[in-house]
């Protein structure tokens, strides 16, 4: 366990982000592959795009963008199962998340009947996954676009907008951004925020674990997170 807050992990300050990378182009069969990292939390997200959609898509002129999220077996200190039978509930949320956040930024009726996956698969997990997961399928997404685009398979350009995320909370009374495994399961308070690349909220996910809060305390958070998504929206353009 984290015995005092200032022993974050890299030496960190309250308002600080993990080290971040994006790899991209990490995978050669992807047409968009980006490895995320946050600390020693790695996301590989990939995106696949299909010429076909969901059947209740059909005839409707427009496409679909979707997420499947997945966490490796060894990407915890204990095994995580594989969801062979099923998935399980936070696999689902975070999934839909994940895909709601992509296609806040997609203008659908651009993309024609075809369906974009964005497969972001955990391969080590120290908290945030799910934030990660976002930041590194923006950029499969858009380069996946960007090689359709080229080979003439798209009127317009459908991706106007970026997408970040970044989850903050409350450990030991103080507030922190980015928090790592260890402080994550402590927080009194997590919240997990996405963005767009105008500064603007696409979801704000907050729970008082192990305290209530109050609005002053809400603005805070905001406000320490909109630190980090602001320093993530430069990363990804990097």
Same mark, same amino acid.
């Given at each position: 366990m984290v015995s005092s807050l200032s022993q974050r992990s890299e030496n960190r300050t309250e308002s600080q982000l993990r080290s971040v990378t994006f790899t991209r182009e990490y995978l050669k069969s $992807?047409? &968009? @592959?980006?490895? +995320? *990292?946050? &600390?020693d939390t790695k996301v590989l997200c990939a995106a696949s795009i299909e *010429? @076909? +959609?969901?059947a209740w898509r059909k005839g409707s002129g427009q496409g679909w963008v979707t997420a499947e999220y997945a966490m490796l077996p060894a990407s915890t200190s204990k095994r995580t199962r594989r969801e062979t039978h099923g998935q399980q509930g936070r696999t689902q949320e975070i999934q839909r998340l994940i895909g709601r956040s992509l296609r806040a930024v997609v203008d659908l009726s651009l993309l024609g009947e075809i369906t974009i996956t964005v497969d972001c %698969? +955990?391969?080590? $997990? %120290?908290?945030g996954t799910r934030t990660a997961a976002i930041c590194g399928a923006w950029i499969a997404l858009r380069d996946a676009l960007a090689v359709w685009k080229s080979a003439g398979k798209l009127k317009g350009n459908p991706l106007f907008g970026q997408v970040a995320a970044v989850s903050v909370g409350m450990v030991d009374g103080r507030l922190l951004l980015d928090l790592d495994?260890?402080?994550d399961s402590r927080a009194e308070i997590d919240m997990n925020l996405v963005i767009n690349g105008d500064g603007e909220f696409i979801e704000v996910q907050g729970t008082g674990e192990r305290a209530t809060f109050d609005r002053a305390r809400l603005n805070a958070l905001l406000d320490i997170g909109t630190i980090g998504l602001t320093e993530l929206l430069a990363l990804q353009l990097d």
């Open positions: $992807a047409l &968009g @592959s980006c490895l +995320v *990292e946050f &600390g *010429e @076909s +959609v969901p %698969d +955990v391969i080590q $997990a %120290d908290g495994y260890r402080e």
